[in-house]
């Protein structure tokens, strides 16, 4: 099965009557070697039961097939959704799943996916990340192409200038490093922005809290980045004093930033939250 070149990428987007639109977030790798270069990275196993999300025209889809186990193809374009199959030699392990990847749930799926491969369309890529890892729990692993600014972003650590809200909840899912630069030239339309490869493996979450309460916190933290936690997290705790008591009780000085903390930290904050409204008969907000 060959892969798509440029010419070939357009003459099928015009035999479909595809123009790709920036509402989609549509532009379409017609580079072979960046296709091969990314089904590398991702490090796939025979028997991976793989998800790729946004598959458009089907140039990374080409690249997938032949090294994994079974791909569902998730499309949200009607046209390009019905067109894939043929594109692919209707081969028996795709599967395409028309609809939202941000809708999907475990039950879409005959097989528990074990992988996220994608080039994600940049004004999605964050939430369908975390959507999908929080969904399908059997994702072992993944990766995926984004806007560069976004890798960057997903990739942070602690006290870096992005390190920030997709930094610290992609780190209470997985392990994720950055794993390439992928240049505008191999997209089509050219976009004007670099993109950026992200791998990531799954880990088991970094404390026994539940994921909504650390996230919280994680939200309330960032929502006013340049403040200390005492003060950013007076509003989630209840006022300043008790966000600082609550922040000290987590071993953590209540004058540092959000920016500057560990998911775990986070979670350590979230637990003393916890144990403080059972202590006193509260719920959750």
Known sequence: MSLLGPVEVRELAGRLGIRPTKTLGQNFVHDPNTVR???????????????????GLGSLTLGLLPVVGRLYAVEIDPVLAAALPETAGHDPKLTVIEGDALRLRDGDFAQAPTALVANLPYNVAVPVVLHLLATLPSLR???????????????????????GVPSVKLAWFADARPAGRVPPSVFWPVPNVDSGLVAFTRHEPPAAVPRKEVFAVVDAAFAQRRKTLRAALSGWAGGPTAAADLVQAAGIDPGLRGEQLTVAQFARIASRRGEADRATGSVWP
């Not at 490090?43 to 039961?49: A, G, R």
């Not at 192409?145 to 976004?150: A, F, L, P, S, T």
């Open 141 to 163: 692993h993944g990766l995926v192409m984004v806007q560069k600014e976004v890798a960057d972003r997903l990739t942070a650590g602690p006290g870096s200038k992005v390190y």
């Open 37 to 55: 270069r990314i089904v590398r990275a991702a490090d796939l196993d025979p028997d991976d039961i793989v998800v790729e999300v946004g598959p």
